[in-house]
């Protein structure tokens, strides 16, 4: 019934802008929260970016300003706006999504910023 799979990463050059998609690729299952994490090697998973039904969003300090989520009417689709990217936002990009206690993960797109 859930299979998350985002798309959208790849490489970029420093400043640059790319945008993340994430969409369950069963059904219009609609979630009640939606989030997008990040992993670099060697480092833990980190939260990049959140939104809930209602609207209402949460980012991690290092990307406010920077990037932006937002989510269709169906709550089964999330996106990722990123720009003025920087090396250090080099990490696979998760999306996270929730209905009740259960929690979905999809398998990660890759984005590199570098020259």
């Known amino acids: 019934q859930v299979q998350l799979v985002e798309s959208g990463g790849g490489l970029v050059q420093p400043g640059g802008s790319l945008k993340l998609s994430c969409r369950n690729s069963?059904?219009?299952?609609?979630?009640?929260?939606m989030a997008w994490y990040r992993q670099a090697p060697g480092t833990e998973r980190e939260l990049v970016a959140a939104?809930?039904?209602?609207?209402?969003?949460r980012y991690g300090d290092s990307v406010k300003g920077r990037f932006s989520i937002s989510r269709d009417k169906t709550m089964s689709a999330a996106y990722l706006q990123m720009t003025n990217l920087k090396p250090e936002d080099t990490a696979v990009y998760y999306c996270?999504?929730?209905?009740?206690?259960?929690?979905?993960w999809g398998q990660g797109t890759q984005v590199t910023v570098s020259q």
């Open positions: 996270k999504a929730k209905t009740g206690p259960r929690e979905y």
């Open positions: 939104i809930v039904g209602g609207g209402e969003t």
């Open positions: 069963r059904s219009n299952f609609a979630f009640t929260a």
